[in-house]
């Protein structure tokens, strides 16, 4: 044992040594890539790597994380989930434990932020993921976007023929390190390959699949989305890397590949090289980094929305707060344009400015609406563009229309509600699903809190004036719905929850619902999804349509072989880990024994804090109940990355 005495005396010592023999500072990780919008997968491991592991930061981030998790609607589905998710069945506390008590090697930060992101994306609910900021404000871009095509009536997996086109709308930034590394990226184009780091490329899909895409229930949808594809982003078309090519974060440096290359019989093997892409806010070295990326700051945590300044606000526009169902596409931070020659060449008609673009094919009789996102910029705006869509589309004499939702994340749930009202007609009635959230202790504090302070939906998502009871009669804001808790069990384990009850949204409908279908449902109107990317607020729209109207849905792509459900994810609301924090701080309840700390650290905690439940089976939620699509087709090179192609063949 060192006393006290001789670890000074050491410690004088070392001084001495150290002013004696001064010892040159070791370089600083996060300074050599400061400034750079791209940069090499191992300079930037070296800078997130640099951060030494702290006890403290893990019991904060991990005592949040639990306290979230009692909010989280289907922790115990996923104790056994239902076939045929059964592969994302998941005992949450146990995993909690283990992340807990283990003993990283590298004793850093990363490796504990990465085990427990790694452990939340595995759950493959996209609304229920920790998203560490000092980690996933990277992407890795591979030169070689994957596709998944037909050819001459066999699938297989290939380097998309557009990749010279499409990477280089990255730019010379990055381009120029691949060229500086002397690697040819441009004659892979088009390439057939035939094995992944060792494995069959459908085998490697699979592992990107189940340890690296997350936000899907059904395995096949995250197969789907291992591959390049097309997309709204913003409110222009882009087309998404794919997870294989562009996975959030950094953990990669390259990818062994055997393939063969266009106008070639050889196979050969090449070690492609990633790049990371900076999604973050700038620094100038190890302690900006932190500064700027790792720490807390004022946007992390939730408020008091009693304060009277914000009230005064509120006040001055006391509209109720807006439900979102959606999930969090990092790759949409760094989204890259579409080539120009796969772009539409349809007439566009009106309504076409933000999230939805509209088009009539040359047959003149079918419209398109591509729905890009629930979550446009101006909610109102939304409802006028697909009002003047449908009436573009009725004055053109179009008489069946095609939807395509590929990669719509979700976005507000009243948005989804909207349009299938206005596709059903108002006759179809109530335009949602019926909801529960979990009624755990403190949520039913949370809810008498409310009701004792007077707290209404123009502050609070808990409070019951955002509900209606199930004949549509909207709740009182003094109403507790959810002490008592109703009896439920999942899983062999009691699960108690809220009273069940209907949305309100009728009430932020800012345009006039026609009484009948402005087309006929049950042939004329198709609903194409391109593949089965459709989540949160999208796949409760989609959803809606199979049970309530039984559109024809269509999944294009997936594993040969392999069913792909036509709903990635769908639950009823997402919170946020400042939106549940709100909630709780609102409610006066912060210093409640039950309560989540404030983060120490920059990130979201996300969750799914209402479920939807199925009108085919009103015990199960729609998330866990297999729906497949009634029509299913290949992408083929004519089809894989061209909309109006797609559309046509659909």
Known sequence: MFTLQVVASLTVALASYHKAVAAPAPPDPCAAIAGKLFALPADVLACEKSFPFNETLRQNVLTTVSRVFDFYTFENWYLDSPAPFQESTNNIRANLTRINTTQYEAST???????????????NDGHTRWFTNCYTNWQNILPAPFINVDINGTQGVYIAPDSVDFINLIGTSYTDLLEDMGFDWQRLSGARITGIEGQDPYDY????????????L?????VNSVFSSYRISGTDFSQRLGDLAGPTGVKQTSLEVKLVVANSTTEETVTIPFIASFLGVAFTDQASYWENNCAANSDTNGMDLRSSGLTRRLNETPRRRLAKGNIIDKSNDSAIGLPPQFLPTAPQVDGSEDVIKNFILPDNITGVMFVGSFEPDDFDQFQADTVAAISAFQSAGVSRLLIDLTNNGGGFVCLGQF????????NIGYPGFVSTNRANLLAQKIVAADIALGNDDTI??????NWAFLNDTEMSASYDYIDPSLPFTVNAVNEPTSQRFHDTCQLSFTQTIPEDPPFPTEHALTTDRKSGNCASTCAMFSTLMNERLQTKIAVFGGKPG????????AGNQVLEWADIDTEIKTAGLKDDPLAPPDLLVSGDFRHNWRTAWSWLNESIPIAFLSELPKLRFPFTLETYNNPQNLWVYA
């Open 205 to 216: 899909a699979d592992f990107v699949a189940d340890t690296v895409s997350g936000n899907y």
């Open 419 to 426: 349009l299938f009202q206005y596709l059903a007609g108002s």
């Open 218 to 222: 059904d395995h096949g949808v995250r």
């Open 460 to 465: 609070t998502f808990y409070s019951a004036d």
């Open 109 to 123: 930060h990363y490796d504990f932020n990465i085990d427990l992101y790694d452990f939340t994306t595995q759950l």
């Open 562 to 569: 392999e069913n792909v459900e036509f709903k990635g994810m």
